[in-house]
């Protein structure tokens, strides 16, 4: 078996700290500790009890953890064999968790602030210890796990068998197999217009802007037939473009919308401070909270959900971009657009009609089933397009949510004229065939339409353009047969 944390691998516990640090705080009750066995509660004494924990859900030291009764973190529970074991559970900062003890095949029902609390009720069958944790994806790694110490001599024959109970509900049946769910027919489009680009600020003196986002979590449309639990900032992917200039102060509000499961919270990279806002942003759902901060840097900067698990939030849609305009703002172009690259996870392979679910394991091998120009499949050439007159010259925002993957961003038949590398408008790079964009890492791309016709968007690691990553720019106009004709075919060959 598993001691509590033994799993708590160091990036992880990074990304928890980093973004919870500060919250713990607030959200753990003053007494909590950090670890260590807890004594045998009053009861324990008696055998064949009825043991009663009561578990709230909260998060300490930068850890999410299960809180018992006298503020204890992860405490040890204790019973005999023959013992019916009562576990009340409660969500103390809203989000949807569980309890199983997988070994002893019982599970709690999930439970949130709108569930309510639940109570998970068995009886012990057989001596050891064996780890109880939160099923939910990610939430075991960030600390939800504990040890369940049963004390005496297995019953005999007693194979562990339907002794689980919840309240309110059917007893609890463990790790069947989950069965295929039909893609949600009321899933809706997240796909982010990649016009919905802010007017330009240009020349003006320095101002105090006031940006609310929500948090939204949705049944969205992946691909045709298929879709995937999306978490969002505004219903979106990626979320909406903020732009600002430098010099510029920004009061930012994050709401969490009331139905969410999950906490959320926002890092945006153009912060300076407070882990980008991640500190002092993580919101419970129906709860809303604010920074302000000055934009002291120009550049084109990612912002994300910074709430553990940070990559699965980020994977599900929870990124966008803020432009700080330099001093006296960008160049004038005729079409600006906003587009953004992201690798997703699922149960099942690519092209799987059925609603995804979020895979744990092939995110952190780096293996996706999916990657996407504005959170779905077909965002950037079904449902919308990039469109130019030939003459026109035209500015791609492009950014990488990721989580995992460097983008190889190219056009295909054109060649950028600038490239402000990094999303830096300190200086510029002209002439670029394809430019490296990092996860969480940026750049402007700008060139002017000299030809009509089609142009693929894609990462020129092209094995993606199957799993989902092609957009399209369409180019109107009269063609110049100067700068580019095909030949008639058939003639050449007769002449050899
Ligand atoms: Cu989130």
Redesign the pocket.
């Known amino acids: 078996m598993r001691t509590p944390h033994s799993r708590n691998f160091s990036l992880l516990a990074l990304a928890a700290a980093l973004a919870l640090a500060s919250l713990g705080a607030a959200a753990a009750p003053a007494a909590a500790t950090q670890n260590g066995a807890s004594p045998a509660p009053a009861t324990e004494q008696a055998r064949s009890a009825v043991r009663k924990y009561t578990l709230e859900t909260g998060i300490v030291n930068g850890k999410m953890v299960f809180i018992d009764d006298r503020g204890q973190a992860n405490p040890l529970l204790r019973a005999n064999v023959g013992d019916t074991v009562e576990i009340h559970l409660k969500s103390g900062e809203g989000a949807q968790h569980d309890i199983a003890i997988p070994e002893l095949k019982v599970q709690s029902q999930k439970f949130d602030a709108a569930s309510g609390p639940t109570t998970l009720r068995f009886t012990v069958t057989q001596a050891g210890k064996f780890a109880y944790y939160c099923t939910i994806a990610g939430h075991r790694q960030i600390g939800m796990e504990g040890v369940f110490e049963v004390a005496g001599t297995g019953i005999a024959g007693a194979a562990p068998k339907a002794a689980a109970r919840t309240s309110g509900g059917p007893g609890a049946e463990l790790y069947t197999a989950p069965a295929v769910r039909p893609a949600d027919a009321a899933a809706v489009s997240v796909a982010m217009d990649p016009a919905a680009v802010p007017t330009p600020i240009g020349a003006r003196a320095p101002q105090h802007l006031k940006y609310r986002l929500e948090?939204v979590e949705l049944a969205g449309k992946l691909d045709d037939g298929t879709s995937f639990t999306y978490?969002t900032f505004d219903r979106k992917v990626p979320g909406p473009m903020l732009r600002a200039r430098i010099g510029d102060t920004i009061e930012l509000t994050l709401a969490n919308a009331r139905d969410s499961k999950?906490i959320?919270?926002i890092d945006l990279h153009a912060v300076t401070g407070g882990h980008g806002g991640g500190e002092h942003t993580q919101v419970g759902p129906g709860q809303e909270k604010t920074i302000t901060f000055k934009a002291l840097n120009a550049g084109l900067f990612v912002y994300h959900?910074a709430?553990p698990l940070v990559p699965q939030?980020i994977s599900a849609g929870?990124y966008g971009m803020i432009l700080v305009e330099p001093e006296g703002g960008l160049a004038k172009v005729d079409r600006e657009y906003y587009v953004m690259q992201g690798d997703m996870y699922t149960t099942r392979p690519h092209g799987a009609r059925t609603h995804q679910d979020f895979d744990l394991d092939k995110m952190a091998a780096e293996l996706p089933d999916y990657y996407v120009f504005n959170g779905a499949v077909g965002s950037l050439t079904k449902e919308h397009k990039l469109t130019a007159t030939v003459g026109e010259t035209v500015r791609i925002f492009f950014g990488v949510g990721g989580p995992n993957k460097i983008s190889s961003f190219h056009v295909i038949g054109e060649i950028f004229d600038k490239v402000y590398s990094e999303g830096s408008v300190s200086s510029v790079k002209r002439d670029v065939q394809t430019t490296l964009v990092a996860p969480g890492g940026a750049t402007i791309v700008e060139f002017k339409v000299d030809y009509p016709g089609s142009y693929l968007l894609v990462d020129h690691a092209l094995s993606r353009a199957g799993k989902g990553l092609v957009g399209t720019l369409e180019v109107a106009g009269a063609a110049d047969a100067g700068i580019y004709k095909a030949h008639t075919p058939g003639k050449a060959a007769a002449t050899h």
């Open positions: 948090t978490w999950m959320h919270s959900c709430t939030h929870m």
